[in-house]
């Protein structure tokens, strides 16, 4: 069965700062990968996915990720962090376009001004 | 569009009462997803429909819990009886055929059993 691993709990930055947040996932084949912000006393709201292609991915709110095989990775990326951005991160995965997802635990993301 | 709208927003009752959560999906979406987060397990996908079916329920922890969707735009989870355990934020979130995985999520209901 697919999993999906966030190695960081929580995770503290400077406004401004560069973030990366990390994703492993397990699965035979290439998944399909998401990432979802959850904003505090919200629901879930999806960043950006990878289906195929262009391993890059840009999303909303300036983030992108990058699919890498080799590592099993769909890291979560953003040059420079505003505070608006504190939330929680969600990375998912599915086996396919009908599949179920199967959602990580979370990062925390705080941001310090 | 309204979004995903999920009712009742909070919900507090005594142990052994019975919980109706309700969720009016997007329009033209075919699949409906219900979800449970909690601190201890995250984001737990409980049962989904496609085209008001059932398709999996594995997800759903006992036979207390019980989810209908009678007709597109409506879909019922119950709780019955309820237990402290079950303290938690209930999602419900809907997507297009195209993109099964691709969620609109609702803003979910806060329910705390005493």
């Known amino acids: 069965a697919q999993s999906v691993t966030q190695p960081d709990i929580h995770i503290t930055v400077s406004e401004g700062a560069s973030l990366e947040l990390r994703c492993n996932y397990s699965y035979g084949a290439t998944p399909y990968l998401f990432w979802y912000v959850q904003s505090p006393g919200q629901g879930l709201q999806l960043l950006l996915k990878?289906?195929?292609?262009?391993?890059l991915v840009q999303g909303i709110k300036g983030f992108e990720a990058e699919f890498k095989r080799s590592q099993s990775s769909f890291n979560l990326r953003k040059p420079s962090v505003h505070w608006s951005d504190a939330a929680e991160y969600f990375c998912?995965?599915?086996?396919?376009?009908?599949?179920?997802?199967?959602f990580g635990t979370g990062t925390r993301l705080q941001v310090f001004p | 569009d309204a979004g995903v709208i999920q009712s009742p927003r909070h919900e507090v009752t005594e142990m052994g009462q019975e919980v109706t959560l309700r969720c009016k999906p997007i329009?033209?979406?075919?699949?409906l997803f219900w979800y449970r987060q909690t601190m201890m397990r995250g984001l737990e996908l409980l049962i989904y429909f496609n085209n008001n079916v059932p398709i999996d329920d594995s997800g759903m922890p006992e036979d207390r819990f019980s989810a209908k969707m009678p007709n597109a735009s409506f879909s019922t989870l119950k709780i019955q009886p309820s237990e402290p355990r079950d303290s938690a934020v209930y999602f419900c979130a809907s997507s297009l055929t195209s993109g099964a995985n691709v969620l609109t999520f609702g803003a979910g209901s806060r329910l705390t059993v005493l």
């Open positions: 990878y289906f195929s292609g262009d391993t």
């Open positions: 329009s033209g979406h075919d699949y």
């Open positions: 998912a995965v599915a086996r396919g376009d009908t599949d179920k997802l199967i």
